[in-house]
Structures are given as C-alpha cells and as structure tokens.
C-alpha cells in the first residue's frame, strides 16, 4: 500500500516539475508564438476529448449490441 501511495506522489512531484517547466518555456517566448502555442494546446485537447470518446464507444458497443441487434430495432430504423 505506501509502494502506491509512493508511486501516486512520485507522478504527481513530476507532473508538477513538468508543469513549471513549461509555464518558464512560455516565459521565454515572444508574444506572436504564445497564439500559436494556445492552438497546439487546444488542439491537443480537442484530441484526447475525441479519443476518448472513440474508446468509451467502442467499450460499451458489446453491452449496447445486445439491445441494437434484435428484429424490433431492425424494423425501427430501416425507413431511415
């Protein structure tokens, strides 16, 4: 249990040393580059929001399969 909890701290300490290591990175730069860094960030976000996405659809498509592949739903949909 405290090899855990150890670990957890360890992650957190490097999360925060890489977090300061960026915001002094940031800054160092000219304004101009500060948009363009803003977009990659917002893209990187935009990113992991629509891969997780993906992972939750995929992960819950066999429980949902169930449901989807009976004759009623067959029916229901195929004016569509």
Known sequence: ???IILDIAETQNKTI??????????????????????DFVQFLQAKYHKDKTLEITIMSESSL?????I???DSAWQDL
Request: proline share 9%.
């Open 65 to 69: 399969q169930k449901d989807w592949l």
């Open 17 to 38: 040393m890489l977090k300061e290591q960026i915001t002094q990175e940031l800054e160092k730069l000219p304004e101009p580059l500060l948009q363009e860094i803003l």
């Open 71 to 73: 004759p009623e739903e």
């Open 1 to 3: 249990m405290i090899n």
